[in-house]
């Protein structure tokens, strides 16, 4: 049999990762032996334990180690990290390490340093000459960069699970259903974004066109305008209907106030994008007096930056938008590694794509109409990403008032 030593250290009990631990190590052909465990008898006490891990295959191992890392498992022997360089562009060696969200470090030259800008799905990355660590995605990656193999002497640690019953992104963090208290998510959501605030943090919305659709955008606006906002991603739709409705005050043809069909109205966005392709950009709408008000408007007026990702269905565009998708997704990259929280509000494709840019300790929001697409952010591995299934034009009023409220 082979085997390897594994160590578990934090809340294991209370998180389910002993749990997890050993249901992986079994669905997966293997068998465990706990060597050592320690539980922690208070609140402020954490737990450890050694597990040996056999499997019928060095292959299988490895596979099973591999799964277990992402849970914080580490390798209980501690050894000098391993390095080999890559032979060409955007090719990585085999056996290379692939990249948690949670936060890692390696052991190397006889100490742990941090992987910085973490994310998941990416190669770690060694400049050997400033003895510093950093994930890279594969097609980042050139030849010669030094790259992790394997597990040996690196080390991830997940977020921490809050033993306080209190704690908003404690006791919301569970499966996703629509009948969780709401005003008490909202409130305790509220509650977060004003200590973040105070604190000097950043707060990034990934929005979808329904906000503007279900009339809600001037509560965006509004929260942009109060300095809530630090940067808005979102793609040519949620733009467009906004700069509709201050135009032509319907989104999609429908008046945003009274929810009547106007005449003609199914053209207004395309009209709305000529009036900024007209000014240049959305920046010079706002300058020459073209676009007077809105969730873009007040993202000008107040220098809060906004990445508008291009898709092929996209109408127009824009002319702000960056139809380049890897451009795209690079800035993105760049903002998830600035916030420390981020509200996913009904666009189920930008929610995904941010979720797997975010590292863990970004404090993650995703409301939506639709449970699947909280389910997916999970599926993919976002498992730091609370869900709220609710209507966004129930949400948006009730997070603004609860900001509101002294």
Request: aromatic fraction near 4%; charged fraction near 25%.
């Amino acid at each position: 049999m082979n085997k390897r030593i594994i160590e578990l250290s934090g809340h294991i009990i209370d998180s389910m990762t002993l749990t997890r631990t050993m249901a992986i190590i079994m669905e997966k052909g293997g068998e465990f032996d706990i060597l050592e465990i320690d539980v922690g008898r208070k609140k402020s006490d954490v737990s450890h334990a050694k597990i040996e891990v056999s499997a019928d295959s060095p292959k299988l191992l490895n596979a099973i180690l591999d799964e277990l890392s992402v849970l914080g498992a580490s390798i209980h022997e501690i050894k000098e990290v391993n390095l080999v360089a890559s032979t060409k562009d955007k090719v990585a060696p085999e056996g290379f390490y692939s990249s948690s969200n949670h936060a890692t470090h390696i052991f190397y030259n006889g100490n742990w340093i941090p992987v910085e800008d973490i994310e998941m799905d990416c190669l770690v990355v060694v400049d050997e000459a400033q003895n510093r660590a950093f994930v890279k995605p594969i097609a980042n990656v050139k030849a010669g960069d030094k790259i992790v193999v394997g597990l040996d002497g690196v080390r991830v640690t997940p977020p921490q699970r809050s033993r306080d019953e209190h704690q908003v992104f404690e006791f919301m963090n569970s499966d996703v259903s629509s009948e969780k208290p709401l005003m008490n998510l909202i409130n305790g959501i509220a509650q977060e974004m004003k200590e973040i605030k105070a604190k000097g943090g950043k707060i990034g919305i990934v929005g979808g066109p329904a906000i503007v659709h279900t009339g809600s955008g001037k509560y965006l606006a509004s929260l942009i305008r109060d300095g809530y906002i630090d940067v808005i991603m979102a793609g040519n739709a949620l733009a467009t209907h906004d700069i509709e409705s201050n135009l032509f005050g319907t989104s999609l043809g429908i008046e945003v106030e009274t929810g009547k069909i106007v005449a003609h109205g199914h053209t207004h966005h395309m009209r709305a994008i000529n009036r900024i392709n007209n000014s240049g950009s959305i920046r010079k709408a706002v300058e020459d007096g073209t676009l007077t008000g809105g969730i873009m408007y007040e993202c000008v007026k107040n220098e809060v930056p906004f990445v508008l990702a291009g898709s092929i269905r996209d109408d127009g565009p824009l002319p702000d938008v960056i139809t380049d998708v890897i451009q795209a997704q690079k800035l993105m990259r760049k903002y998830a590694q600035e916030v420390d929280m981020v509200l996913m509000i009904s666009t189920m494709l930008h929610s995904i794509a941010m979720g797997n840019l975010l590292p863990s300790r970004v404090k993650s929001i995703c409301v939506d109409i639709n449970p699947s697409t909280v389910t997916k952010l999970s599926d993919r591995g976002s498992a730091q990403v609370v869900g709220i299934v609710t209507d966004i034009g129930t949400f948006m009023p009730l997070l603004y008032n609860a900001l509101n409220e002294e």
